[in-house]
T-cell receptor, first 113, second 112 residues
Framework: AQSVAQPEDQVNVAEGNPLTVKCTYSVSGNPYLFWYVQYPNRGLQFLLKYITGDNLVKGSYGFEAEFNKSQTSFHLKKPSALVSDSALYFCAVTRWTASKLTFGTGTRLQVML | EAQVTQNPRYLITVTGKKLTVTCSQNMNHEYMSWYRQDPGLGLRQIYYSMNVEVTDKGDVPEGYKVSRKEKRNFPLILESPSPNQTSLYFC???????????FGSGTQLSVL
């Protein structure tokens, strides 16, 4: 069975500081990894995905994620946080044969002035 | 505009009264799925469909039905809703199951 763990319910960061939202996964075979963001009272939006290749994946709104196979992690990062980045972030995993997509429980990012 | 459309946006019903939440996409996507979002539990997949007439259970299918008679539509049916199905529901679609998902705006369901 595949699973995703987002160990932090909430991450607080000051505007302008770098941010990291953590994600670890478990899946048999090669993973397809995703990050989605949910802004207040809105649906979910795709941020980025990892399939294969470079371990550093760049996505929307200046976000990037680092894939680490040995640590089975896929942490989301941004060099300089904005107040507008405050939202709920979800990590998700599937396999290349894909059918079921498993999400983590979400991490609320709060960026403060 | 490419989009996934869910209706209704809000729904309040009573235990046992059958209801349907509609989902339609205009992107000719093969893959469609339903999720429920609950505080502390994240998003959990209810059912998914790889193509027309092909559906399969996700992680929490009990109490739900789906059908995929046409490529663009994937309704979620609750034949006898119960209070534990009170949740925020999302429909999503993608080209294939391992591609990025496009989500609908969500349906907030309350079962009294």
């Amino acid at each position: 069975a595949q699973s995703v763990a987002q160990p932090e319910d909430q991450v607080n960061v000051a505007e302008g500081n770098p941010l990291t939202v953590k994600c670890t996964y478990s899946v048999s075979g090669n993973p397809y990894l995703f990050w989605y963001v949910q802004y207040p009272n809105r649906g979910l939006q795709f941020l980025l995905k990892y399939i294969t290749g470079d371990n550093l994946v760049k996505g929307s709104y200046g976000f990037e994620a680092e894939f680490n196979k040995s640590q089975t992690s896929f942490h989301l990062k941004k060099p300089s946080a904005l107040v507008s980045d405050s939202a709920l972030y979800f990590c998700a995993v599937t396999r290349w044969t894909a059918s079921k997509l498993t999400f983590g429980t979400g991490t609320r990012l709060q960026v403060m002035l | 505009e490419a989009q996934v459309t869910q209706n209704p946006r809000y729904l309040i019903t009573v235990t046992g009264k059958k209801l349907t939440v509609t989902c339609s996409q205009n992107m000719n996507h093969e893959y469609m799925s339903w999720y429920r979002q609950d505080p502390g539990l994240g998003l959990r997949q209810i059912y998914y469909s790889m193509n027309v007439e092909v559906t399969d259970k996700g992680d929490v299918p009990e109490g739900y039905k789906v059908s995929r008679k046409e490529k663009r539509n994937f309704p979620l049916i609750l034949e006898s809703p119960s209070p534990n199905q009170t949740s925020l529901y999302f429909c999503a679609s993608s080209l294939q199951g391992n591609e990025k998902l496009f989500f609908g705006s969500g349906t907030q369901l309350s079962v009294l």
